[in-house]
């Protein structure tokens, strides 16, 4: 029977499968499709998490990818904006629908909004009304409401955002444009809504997620894709998984049960681990109910934000122990502007002075990525605990 698993080879064993411990030499696009995307509302956040994952990766490689459709985003896991791969997009779509319909009334405001709507009714016009020229959410509510469905025209387009694969057209997400979301329908392969066909995607996004992600329990399962009731889906694949246990008092005091793929190597929990400098919504701190192999329980408040937004972070020994982020100064004269790029590092935790020094080196590389347009770099390390 193999060695119950601690804390510490989980968390090296994802940052393994995420390419995390040592940045990979595969096309970018290659790693889109094997981490199952990257969540994207930020549009910026897939380009950083790549920097962080792949050798030499340039804005290029993501930008001209969804310029060109290679790349889509689109709401899909849990809901949110991801860039995916289009072959992936489809199915992604179909799977994750039931998390997307769930949240279409999941405010009283919306249900009472709704209420009396014939929801299937507008989103059959919604579909027409973007396959004849893309909008925006602004813009799809009035002409929604302008062919007679009553209420809120920003529900009428949540309807559609919901209940509707849409893409949102580039150039939104390539890198630097400040182009507004613009909605176009998805076209779903036929008979890829039927029951057993989803049920089949369904599946192979299991075993991608354990092979990206794993190993994992149900719990992390649901918490990565939004969706409810994959214990049965689970069990039935019982077979072609592999299980394996946590140490006591990893998850439970007894342990717990992960799944994973079959051939799946695990990291030595004392591999060292390199700094990384991850953007905000990575999907690697996003994608575990327990998410205590990447996120030390006492560090976990620092993630909290009132907006929404949580920091972009530093993983120092493989763990989550700070944040970072970039200001920008103008310097000089008028006429002979220049602008600086300075990216503050904030250690949630005490560093040692190597770890100090190797955050400081790879934030001096991480700057000039996030700020490409800038005439000067800096990096100043905050005073930390």
Known sequence: MDEPLTTRVLGRTLLARQH??????ADPLSVVGHLIGFQSQNPSSPYGALWARVVGFTHAA????????RVLRLAVVRSTVHAVLAQ???ALAVVSAPRLERDLLGTADRRAGLAGTDLAA????????????PLTAAELGPALAARG???????????????????????????RSPARTRWRPLDVPAGLEEPDVRRAALEGFVERYLAAYGPASVADLQTWSGLTGLRAVVDGMRERLVVRRTA????????????DV????????????????LPDFDDVLLSHADRTRVVPTELRPHLASRNGMPPATVLVDGVVAGAWRVVRERTGARGARRERAVLHLQPWCRW??????????????????????ADEHAVVLDEGP
């Open 248 to 259: 006591p008092g990893v998850g439970t005091a007894a342990g717990r049960e992960l799944l």
């Open 20 to 25: 995390l411990l040592a940045r990979t030499d």
């Open 122 to 133: 507008v989103a059959r016009d919604a579909r027409e009304l973007l396959a004849a020229a």
């Open 88 to 90: 992936d997009a489809a």
């Open 262 to 277: 079959p051939g799946a190597a695990l990291a030595p929990g004392d591999v060292p681990a390199p700094v990384r400098l």
């Open 149 to 175: 469905h009553a209420g809120d025209p920003a529900h009428l387009a949540m309807v559609a955002r919901c209940l509707l694969p849409l893409v949102q057209v580039p150039p939104r997400g390539v890198w």
């Open 352 to 373: 040692t002075a190597a770890q100090r020094a190797e955050a400081v080196d790879e934030a001096g590389r991480a700057v000039r990525f996030w700020a490409d347009d």
């Open 62 to 69: 993501l930008a001209d990818a969804t310029a060109d459709g």
